[in-house]
Structure formats: C-alpha cells, structure tokens
C-alpha cells in the first residue's frame, strides 16, 4: 500500500510539468477568445507607451510643445518599455491582450517557483496559481503593479534560494529581480519587504524543515543580501525624499474593509457577482483542511504537531498584510491609489495559501486542486461572457481611429458611465500625434509629464461625474490650443439629466466642428472647423 501511494506521488509529481503547461493555455483563453479584452487602465497606459516611444524617436510634434519624459527613476515603469516597444507592431487592442497575458504567464510562473521552492512537499500547490492569478487588478488594468505581484513570489523564490546557496550567482539574481521589483510597484516591493523580515525571522527562530542551522546567524549572508538590496533601496529612499508631501485620499471605513475581506473582493474580476464563484474557496479549502486533518489524526506522528519555519513565515506574512490593510488608507501621496483592494488580494492570498500548506495529504491536496481548476474554469467562461457584451463597441473604436489625421488635442465627452469602459477611448489616439485632454501627464510616476512650464497639477477628467462637458477652458487655457477632436461616446440623450448639456455642447459642436466619424448611440467624433 505504501509502495503504491509512493508511486502515485511520483506519477504526480512527473506530470505537475504537462499540467502546468496545459493550464497556462487555459488560462489565456478569457484573453484570446475576444477581439478586445478590456481592461479599466489599460488603454491609458498603452498610450502613455506609445507617447514614450513616440518621443524617443521625435515624432510628436505636437505632444512635444507641452509634454516630456520623466527623468525620475519612479517606481511604476516596468510595462512602459515593453509597451512602447509593442507598438511599432501590433495594434493598441493587440497590446492590451499580450501585456494581460504576460502578467498571467509572469504571476503563474513565478508561484510555481515559490511553491517549488518553500513547499517541495506540496507541488500539487503549484497550481493554485492559476486560482490566484484572476483578480481585480487584472480588468482594472493595473498593469504595472500586475507584474509587480508576480515579482513578489519570484522575489521570495530567489531570496530561498539565496538563503540555500549563498554564491555569487544567487546574490546577482537577487539583485536584478528585487530592481525589476522595484520599478514595477511601490506595493509589491513593500509587501516582499514584509516578507523577506517574516522569513528571515521564521528561519531564524523556528523550526525549520530540514533541521539545518539558519545561515543567516553568519555575518557574510547579510553583507551579501545588503550588496543585493542596495540600490533598489537607495532607490526607494530618493522616491520618498522627492515625492514627500503627498497626501493620503479615500479613507475606507473599517467595517467595509471586513467586508471586502470576507466576501474576497481582491478576487472580483469582472463584478461582485463573482462571490458566487469565491466563496467556494472557503468551502473547498476549508472542507480539505479538516479531512487533511482527520485522515492525519490516527497517525502515530501527527505531523501537526510543531510548525515549521516556512509554515510561520506564511502566518507572518498574513498577520503583516492583514494589519497593513486597517491600518493604511485606500489612497496614497505618491499616486498609487486603490490601494485596499490590492492588500485585501494581497492578504486572504496568503490567508488561504497558510490554510492549503496545511494540508498533509496529498490525495486530499490534489482533489481539493482538481475542484479548485474545474471552479475556476467556470469562472473564465463568466468573464468571457462579461467582455462579449463591450466587444461591439471597441470594434466601432477600432474603425473611428482611422480617421484621425491631424495633430491636435482630443476631448472626450463620456456618456457611456460603464465600467471597464473608463479608458478604453484613449486607443483613438494611438499613433496619432494627439494629446488626450485626460491624459495622466500630471501624475508623477507617469513616463511622460507635463513641461515645468506647465502647471497642470489637477487631473482634467472628461467625465460627467466630475465636471460638465463642456468645462473644458481651463485646459484650453493652459495649453494656448483649441480642441482639435471632439469625441462624444454614449448616447447622450438617453438621460434626462444629460439632455440639456447635450443640447449645449451640441450647438457649440454644430458651429465650430465637423462630424468625422458616427455610430448612433454609440462613438461620434468631429474635427475642429478650418479658420
């Protein structure tokens, strides 16, 4: 019996390869399956790419009077380059989908590097990363701070490894993957900051696996893992010196914070209807849990009895995360807001990974991977469904950017008011020599700021809920330049609150534009009148 269940571990472990690679292709096909995937952020930042490639090579003419790249090292660069240097060859909706499914491919491999790395005895864990990886941040489009997570886990994998071997060649790697960490997101280089402390203290003082004494009682391993940690952190310390000031924005009550723990927000990707398909984490891996511990309670050597180092590394990391969710506010004075949905991820994350490194049995742990797979499945088709139902429109975008022809600045009137349709206009502008009016050109981390000339502190949002349709002077004002496209998306006459604006900018719109480009009800866009 004993034999048998050796080489069933073996069969296993032997064909963790062919599963890991069959759920990678799995787990693209929300992506692949649809003309656009669209992503709430996405679009702004693949035109925030392709104004960087555009002034590399000096072909904005007009971007240029009023624009320039940022010379600061900022911590929320790591898609840009890859972004801009995709955009000599594929079309803005292309690039969207090959940044989303690098993040997927990076986040994936990078846990099973983890897991493989901590949990040699739980590869079958190797494959929560395809449960994991579909979050809110990935249709929020927050592409930087996607692949920043993903370097978390490859970051903890290297720091094990460097704790192991202690060479040259490890210290190196460390070093390149905690600077790559380090200008994909603040968060994530943060949260491995929390990480490395519960590791290096849980090895320090508990239990460890395989009994060894801890390296990192030997002064050498610290001079090492300083040399490695050097300059991402000399970088941190010169963000912070030059971005201080800031001011935190969007307090988030206490008791929706439980809640969005509780019912696993960080897990919404498309919609809070998803908690149909999340909580059957807490059931599947709660259930597994007990019977894991059940079927190890007659053994003669519970291996339950004293936790091992990695084991108190999790709770730690957990216990971190959790207290840094109460206790940081939602926004944060270095411009990366959103911040609780990213640490709620970040914590019933760890929370569960803490419960599923629990389980002793691998039978129990592979059944409870196989329900895991089959639930996640269903819910690629439901985020397949949800992007069907905007494919129309990013199709009339795709046929509207062909009519953009003259250089100028673009303003957008959003009627639309549907999520995660938020940026997905600003395709209209790629490579066109177009400023869009809501341009993140005033946001300090960004690759391409506003001319110190410029005082263009205020985010000039075309959308209804913040400023009317026509509020667009002040911009105007600024800049010294009229508004060379006028793009109306939505209807706007479906609300009886929109009609009257309507009705004004439509007059302003009939005496100084031409109509260029119409889908009724859905895009409109016109060109400035020649003098």
Not at 4 to 25: D, G, I, R, T, Y
Not at 227 to 247: Q, R, S
Request: charged fraction near 15%; include cysteine.
């Amino acid at each position: 019996m004993k034999l048998e269940k050796e080489a069933l571990k073996v069969n296993l472990k032997k064909s963790e390869p062919l599963l890991f690679v069959f759920f990678c292709l799995l787990a693209l096909l929300p992506i692949w399956s649809v003309f656009a995937f669209v992503t709430q952020d996405g679009q702004g930042h693949i035109y925030n790419g392709q104004l960087l490639m555009s002034q590399l090579s000096g072909q904005n003419g007009f971007v240029s009077k009023y624009a320039e790249i940022n010379s600061s090292l900022s911590p929320n660069w790591i898609s840009h380059p890859i972004i801009a240097i995709l955009t000599s060859f594929f079309s803005p909706f292309a690039i969207e989908k090959i940044i989303t499914s690098l993040g997927v491919l990076l986040f994936v491999f990078s846990w099973r590097k983890f897991i493989l790395a901590f949990f040699p005895h739980h590869f079958l864990l190797s494959l929560a990363g395809f449960v994991f990886v579909w979050n809110s941040t990935i249709t929020n489009g927050f592409f930087n701070y996607n692949f920043g997570v993903a370097l978390l886990f490859l970051n903890l994998a290297l720091l094990k490894s460097f704790r192991d071997q202690q060479s040259t060649a490890a210290t190196i790697k460390l070093a390149i993957a905690m600077l790559l960490l380090y200008f994909s997101h603040l968060i994530p280089f943060c949260v491995f900051g929390l990480a490395a402390v519960s590791y290096i203290i849980s090895d320090l003082f508990f239990l460890r696996e395989d009994h060894s004494p801890s390296p990192f009682r030997k002064i050498k391993i610290w001079i090492k893992l300083f040399t490695a940690a050097c300059l991402p952190l000399t970088l941190l310390f010169m963000h912070i010196i030059f971005m201080f000031g800031g001011k935190p924005s969007e307090a988030t009550y206490l008791h929706h914070l439980t809640d969005k723990l509780l019912h696993l927000a960080g897990y919404n990707v498309m919609s809070d209807r998803e908690w149909g398909f999340s909580r059957w984490y807490y059931y599947l891996i709660m259930a597994a849990v007990i019977i894991s511990f059940i079927v190890n309670w007659n053994r003669k050597t519970p291996r339950w009895s004293a936790p091992s180092s990695h084991s108190v590394f999790i709770f730690l990391l957990f216990a971190l995360t959790l207290a840094c969710t109460y206790y940081l506010p939602d926004g944060t004075g270095f411009g990366g807001g959103m911040l609780t949905i990213r640490l709620v991820y970040l914590t019933t994350t760890s929370f569960f990974l803490l419960l599923m490194t629990s389980i002793k049995n691998n039978l129990v742990l592979g059944l409870l991977m196989l329900s895991l797979l089959i639930l996640q499945v269903d819910k690629h088709m439901f985020i397949h469904a949800r992007q069907q139902e905007v494919q129309d429109y990013c199709h009339v975008i795709d046929q509207a950017r062909s009519v953009i022809d003259q250089p100028g600045l673009m303003y957008v009137a959003d009627f639309q008011r549907r999520w995660p349709l938020v940026h997905v206009t600003d395709a209209l502008g790629f490579h066109h020599d177009v400023l869009m009016a809501h341009t993140w050109l005033h946001k300090p981390f960004n690759p391409i700021i506003w001319k110190p000339e410029l005082h263009l502190e205020q985010e000039n949002m075309p959308w209804l809920d913040n400023e009317g349709i026509c509020n667009s002077k002040e911009l105007v004002t600024a800049l010294g330049s009229k508004i060379m496209w006028y793009v109306i998306a939505g209807n706007p006459t479906a609300a009886k609150s929109d009609s009257l604006r309507w009705s004004i900018c439509h007059e302003m719109l009939e005496q100084n534009y031409v109509l260029r480009f119409e889908s009724k009800g859905v895009l409109s866009v016109y060109e400035l009148r020649e003098p």
